[in-house]
């Protein structure tokens, strides 16, 4: 992954909306869910939640997919991965005791 990409990816996590959108979409798993599901769960409108998708598009954490007249919003699980692997690629300058246990309990 480049660091540009891990930088547009950051800066559309940045923003508490954005971050929403995209944890709830993880949670969705395969099954993606439509604008109006995340607009009715979120309580926000239309428009300034397309803006926000837009944004996740862009840095390549949600794809879209139309399916009949609905639009379906998925979390780009492979992008994240990525993402995460660019971040504690270096965790612990290497030292196998730490690559062996998980990032999010790495204590080094």
Same mark, same amino acid.
């Given at each position: 992954?480049?660091?540009?990409?891990?930088?547009?990816?950051? &800066?559309? /996590?940045?923003?508490? $909306?954005?971050?929403?959108?995209?944890?709830? *979409? +993880?949670?969705?798993?395969?099954? @993606?869910?439509?604008?109006?599901?995340?607009?009715?769960?979120?309580?926000?409108?239309? &428009?300034? /939640?397309?803006?926000? $998708?837009?944004?996740?598009?862009?840095?390549? *954490? +949600?794809?879209?997919?139309?399916? @009949?007249?609905?639009?379906?919003?998925?979390?780009?699980?492979?992008?994240?991965?990525?993402?995460?692997?660019?971040?504690?690629?270096?965790?612990?300058?290497?030292?196998?005791?730490?690559?062996?246990?998980?990032?999010?309990?790495?204590?080094?």
């Amino acid at each position: 992954m480049e660091q540009n990409d891990v930088v547009r990816s950051l &800066a559309a /996590l940045a923003h508490g $909306l954005r971050l929403q959108v995209f944890r709830m *979409l +993880v949670v969705a798993g395969p099954a @993606g869910l439509t604008p109006g599901a995340i607009a009715e769960q979120l309580h926000v409108p239309g &428009a300034t /939640l397309s803006f926000h $998708l837009k944004e996740l598009m862009h840095a390549e *954490l +949600v794809t879209q997919q139309r399916d @009949g007249r609905n639009l379906i919003y998925r979390a780009a699980f492979d992008h994240m991965n990525a993402l995460l692997g660019f971040l504690t690629a270096n965790c612990c300058q290497g030292q196998q005791a730490c690559l062996e246990v998980s990032a999010t309990t790495c204590q080094c």
